[in-house]
Nanobody, 130 residues
Framework: QLQLVESGGGLVQPGGSLRLSCAASGSLLDTYHIGWFRRGPGKEREGVSCISSSSSGGTTNYADSVKGRFTVSRDSAKNTVYLQMNSLKPEDTTIYYC?????????????????????WGQGTQVTVSS
């Protein structure tokens, strides 16, 4: 059973940076598509970014609101996925979650639809404020 634990959240000033980690246990993260989500104003989960499984090429995707500021990456040796967040804005303040699902054969691209994801971490709070 895959378990995910996020860390790295905290308080940062506008324009600052944070790196979120999503550490996995129980299974190899390389075989999963991984998504980063955040809690929206209505408590829905908004897709921020995703990275496809290593066998699918590790392709990435970003929401328009974070494109050019956030970068998702994998460290297979550490069984961990990261979300590097730069140029943070107050509107980035919320809880961030990582999630995972095993893609069907031939589905190489990840997608940021929460209903696809079977495994979720507990979330980590990011606060951007001066």
């Amino acid at each position: 059973q895959l378990q995910l634990v996020e860390s790295g959240g905290g308080l940062v000033q506008p324009g600052g940076s944070l790196r979120l980690s999503c550490a996995a246990s129980g299974s190899l993260l390389d075989t999963y598509h991984i998504g980063w989500f955040r809690r929206g104003p209505g408590k829905e989960r908004e897709g921020v970014s995703c990275i496809s499984s290593s066998s699918s090429g590790g392709t990435t995707n970003y929401a328009d609101s974070v494109k050019g500021r956030f970068t998702v990456s994998r460290d297979s040796a550490k069984n961990t996925v990261y979300l590097q967040m730069n140029s943070l804005k107050p509107e980035d303040t919320t809880i961030y979650y990582c999630a995972a699902y095993r893609p069907l054969p031939g589905i190489r691209l990840c997608a940021s639809h929460p209903e696809l994801y079977d495994y979720w971490g507990q979330g980590t709070q990011v606060t951007v404020s001066s």
